[in-house]
């Protein structure tokens, strides 16, 4: 879903992977995402982002937003058993200087 060709984006579930990569990595580690990221979003209804931080430039977050529940759950499944998601996992996680720390997030109502 590309809101640049006038749909409306609106996700629902959003998952922050909070990480850490060495400053002599992120090179590689942009280069892999670059690679990575259409796979990722092949299935439809998620969006990859990375999100960076001016006071620590080894800290990141990589931002996944689903657009609704199920498009979560498919894809939490495709992560356990989809053998090319595994292996791009592997690499990811060769990259990073400490483990991730994942944050799932969903949208909440304003409603009381």
Same mark, same amino acid.
């Given at each position: 879903?590309?809101?640049?060709?006038?749909?409306?984006?609106?996700?629902? %579930? !959003?998952?922050?992977?909070?990480?850490? #990569?060495?400053? $002599?990595?992120?090179?590689?580690?942009?280069? !892999?995402?670059?690679?990575?990221?259409?796979? +990722?979003?092949?299935?439809?209804?998620? @969006? %990859?982002?990375?999100?960076?931080?001016?006071?620590?430039?080894?800290?990141?977050?990589?931002?996944?937003? +689903? %657009? $609704?529940?199920?498009?979560?759950?498919? $894809?939490?499944?495709?992560? @356990?058993? $989809?053998?090319? &998601?595994?292996? +791009?996992? =592997?690499?990811?996680?060769? &990259?990073? =200087?400490?483990?991730?720390? #994942?944050? %799932?997030?969903?949208?909440?109502?304003? =409603?009381?």
């Amino acid at each position: 879903m590309d809101s640049s060709l006038g749909e409306v984006w609106r996700p629902s %579930v !959003f998952v922050h992977l909070r990480i850490r #990569v060495a400053l $002599d990595r992120q090179a590689e580690f942009r280069s !892999f995402l670059l690679e990575a990221i259409p796979y +990722y979003e092949a299935p439809g209804g998620i @969006r %990859v982002a990375l999100l960076s931080r001016d006071a620590e430039p080894d800290r990141f977050i990589e931002l996944i937003e +689903y %657009v $609704d529940e199920r498009a979560y759950q498919l $894809d939490n499944e495709r992560t @356990r058993s $989809d053998s090319t &998601m595994r292996q +791009y996992l =592997a690499r990811w996680r060769s &990259m990073l =200087a400490e483990p991730p720390k #994942v944050e %799932v997030y969903r949208k909440a109502s304003l =409603a009381q």
